[in-house]
């Protein structure tokens, strides 16, 4: 029972550095080897080895473009890919007594609008999106070397989790503010039938009735919301990697083929999806009815709904943001094995740290 306990707790993507070093049996030096010694594993160093292997330097600038060229395919293509089912999440959240759930939701949607209803809203989305996926991957990079240098290279190994969500939410902060406008027009053609049908026609009206805070109003609910999901999706993501590397896949990722990684990317991001749909949607939920709505803040609106409004529609949220996100993990790595981009693999143990713990001869 306590070996299994251990597995577990070596499993926890949200391990606590001295727990991890613990329970991989690091906190003291071996007295003597269980057999006999292996090849020396390389040090990961967040400059990728091999350069002439890249077309570009890891931390270039051309890495960093292509990088945030990755974000626009990964997010611009499937949060479009998904609006009809974004479409009846919205006016789940905004009108339950109509919209009752997923399958009936589509059956109003349908009666009412015919088929082209479902794609109401794709315009602001796909730009939105474009624009969010380019500072979400793009600036994720950025801040992940910017942080790392700071820290020096053992304490980002030691504290890699905390440095995945600090990056994370910083490039989301940025991210969100060009999100914003967008969204909030998705939202207007989306759930309020009779205001406009086209982008074209949502943005001038908006922007008469209310001026440039109809298009930022949500801003800060789409922090509340995105903030906390993107944490989960980046850092979720790189420690669920790790561990499937670690304990799923019977071979080292250098042994592994560029199609058996993508699988593993594909893996890890759905899972990764389905924590960030649970810990924003009650954000996802104020956003949804405060763009809908004039004049009413966000702290309004959450006590309106109460602790059961903001969790409505939840089911089909993990459904579509568990898919989208698998997908975005999947897009974003292809183009990294594309344009042959650097592609460190899951972090280890520097040679510094081990020899102060001991653990070389």
Request: glycine fraction near 8%.
């Amino acid at each position: 029972m306590y070996s299994s306990v251990v597995h577990l707790a070596r499993a926890n993507p949200f391990n606590a550095p001295h727990l991890q070093l613990v329970h991989n049996g690091l906190s003291a030096p071996s007295s003597s080897p269980t057999g006999p010694p292996g090849p020396p594993r390389r040090s990961r160093s967040l400059a990728a080895a091999a350069v002439e292997e890249y077309s570009c330097e890891y931390g270039s600038m051309k890495f960093y473009a292509l990088c945030g060229f990755g974000g626009v395919l990964s997010c611009g293509l499937t949060h479009t890919a998904v609006v009809p089912l974004d479409l009846v999440k919205c006016r789940m959240q905004v009108d339950p007594q109509k919209y009752k759930g997923i399958f009936n939701g589509f059956s109003v949607t349908l009666k009412e609008d015919g088929v082209r209803g479902l794609a109401k809203g794709w315009a602001p989305t796909f730009i939105g999106y474009y624009m969010q996926g380019l500072c979400k991957f793009g600036f994720y990079e950025v801040f992940k070397v910017l942080y790392s240098n700071m820290l020096g290279e053992e304490n980002s190994y030691l504290w890699r989790t905390s440095l995945y969500l600090a990056a994370s939410a910083s490039a989301e902060f940025f991210a969100d503010i060009a999100l914003a406008p967008m969204e909030a027009a998705k939202v207007r053609i989306q759930t309020q039938p009779g205001y406009a049908n086209t982008l074209r026609d949502a943005a001038p009206k908006m922007y008469k009735e209310e001026g440039i805070k109809a298009f930022y109003k949500g801003v800060a609910p789409l922090w509340m919301r995105q903030i906390p999901y993107t944490m989960m999706k980046f850092a979720c993501f790189e420690r669920t990697v790790e561990a499937l590397y670690k304990f799923v896949v019977p071979k080292p990722r250098s042994e592994c083929t560029k199609a058996e990684q993508l699988v593993v990317t594909f893996v890890a991001g759905y899972i990764a999806g389905v924590f960030c749909a649970i810990v924003s949607h009650p954000a996802d939920s104020v956003v949804s009815v405060l763009n809908k709505e004039k004049g009413s803040s966000a702290s309004q609106v959450l006590q309106r709904l109460g602790f059961k409004g903001v969790w409505k529609a939840l089911f089909a949220r993990i459904i579509m943001i568990g898919t989208l996100t698998a997908l975005q993990w999947f897009i974003y790595d292809s183009v990294k094995v594309y344009f042959r981009l650097p592609r460190p693999p899951p972090p280890e143990m520097p040679e510094s740290l081990k020899k102060k713990l001991g653990l070389t001869q």
